[in-house]
């Protein structure tokens, strides 16, 4: 159990075009999802923490117009990349919460490279 | 947001010796994780160890804490080509949200 699926698992798009990428919880109901950057090489940054049926936090830096997110149900959270630029290339990775401490363990997703050309 | 120190940044040993990653990290902290990452792919999660922990055992897997000196090793005992990935730390540190180390990159070499 606790699997978490990324779609799509890569995107190239064109710049300035918008991209949305979604985190699902398979088998179990996420009151909280996290999404994160990774540069080549690099460690994970949080970009934001998604809680369903309310506003997404995003971390300092993180421009909410540009990223914006969705937490719609239990077992969904998007993430729309806007105007889409080459810099904004780069992993995104989600994580699912399941359980409402915050002790409880986060499953990752398998991550979405986007490229921007 | 604080992030923990992880070395060596990389690592490249003979197929059954050990690995040894650490970790150190700046605030206090409710607990600590070790992830592994294969290239290209999400996080795996490997084990967990809270503050008030010492040691902890998984299979080939070894994490000690020393809260006094706010750090954590990672020890995998007889690897395995298999083994090969990057490694991270991640706290928890009062909120919810996990931070990560810069991660070690381990390569076993057959």
């Known amino acids: 159990g606790a699997v978490v699926s990324q779609h799509p698992s890569w995107v190239i798009c064109k710049s300035g075009t918008s991209v949305k990428i979604e985190c699902r919880s398979l088998?179990?109901?996420?009151?909280?999802m996290f999404w994160y950057r990774q540069f080549p090489k690099q460690s994970l940054m949080l970009m934001a923490t998604?809680?369903?049926?309310?506003?997404?936090?995003?971390e300092q830096g993180v421009e909410k117009d540009k990223f914006l997110i969705n937490h719609a149900s239990l077992t969904l959270s998007t993430l729309t990349v806007t105007s889409a630029h080459p810099e904004d290339s780069s992993f995104y990775i989600c994580?699912?919460?399941?359980?409402?401490?915050?002790?409880?363990?986060?499953?990752f997703g398998p991550g979405t490279r986007l490229t921007v050309l | 947001s604080q992030q923990g120190e992880e070395d060596p940044q990389a690592l490249s040993i003979q197929e059954g010796e050990n690995a040894t990653m650490n970790c150190s990290y700046k605030?206090?902290?409710?607990?600590l994780q070790w992830y592994r990452q294969n290239s290209g792919r999400g996080l795996v999660h490997l084990i967990l160890?809270?503050?008030?922990?010492r040691e902890k055992h998984s299979g080939r897997l070894r994490v000690t804490l020393d809260t006094s000196k706010k750090s954590s090793s990672l020890l995998i005992t007889a690897s395995r080509a298999a083994d090969t990935a990057s490694y991270f730390c991640?706290?928890?540190?009062?909120?919810?949200?996990?931070?990560f180390g810069q991660g070690t990159r381990l390569t076993i070499n057959p």
């Open positions: 994580s699912a919460r399941r359980g409402l401490r915050e002790s409880n363990e986060q499953f």
């Open positions: 605030t206090s902290i409710n607990n």
């Open positions: 998604s809680n369903e049926g309310s506003k997404a936090t995003y």
């Open positions: 160890i809270r503050s008030n922990e």
């Open positions: 088998d179990f109901q996420a009151t909280t």
């Open positions: 991640a706290t928890t540190q009062g909120a919810q949200k996990l931070v």
